[in-house]
């Protein structure tokens, strides 16, 4: 296996991981707990720039309870998926 490939899908399933994690404790804005709001605020400046033009172009889908539901944390993981294909495609 190409080893620049192995670095490659390794960098974007950590980039995945954490955007999985940046969206379970989003949920979690409110928390009081001093490790939740470091993890958070380094994981949003980390993952803000990524999702920032996908909710540009993707708007949030509002429910009739006033609620909304965003779709950017899986848009961006599916295109990490897509990226590490690519990778693949070329390099392998």
């Known amino acids: 296996?190409?080893?620049i490939y192995?670095?490659?899908s390794f960098f974007i399933s950590i980039l995945i991981w954490g955007a999985i994690i940046?969206?379970?404790l989003s949920f979690f804005r409110m928390s009081y707990h001093p490790v939740v709001t470091n993890v958070l605020n380094f994981l949003?400046?980390?993952y803000e720039p990524m999702l920032d033009p996908i909710r540009e172009r993707v708007p949030p889908l509002r429910l009739s309870d006033g609620r909304a539901?965003?779709?950017s944390h899986l848009i961006l993981i599916?295109?990490?998926a897509i990226a590490r294909k690519v990778a693949q495609v070329i390099l392998l």
Do not use: C, K, Q, Y
Request: proline share 6%; hydrophobic share 60%; aromatic share 16%.
């Open 1 to 3: 296996m190409n080893p």
């Open 6 to 8: 192995s670095l490659i």
């Open 22 to 24: 940046h969206w379970i």
């Open 44 to 46: 949003d400046r980390f």
């Open 69 to 71: 539901i965003e779709f």
């Open 78 to 80: 599916v295109l990490l």
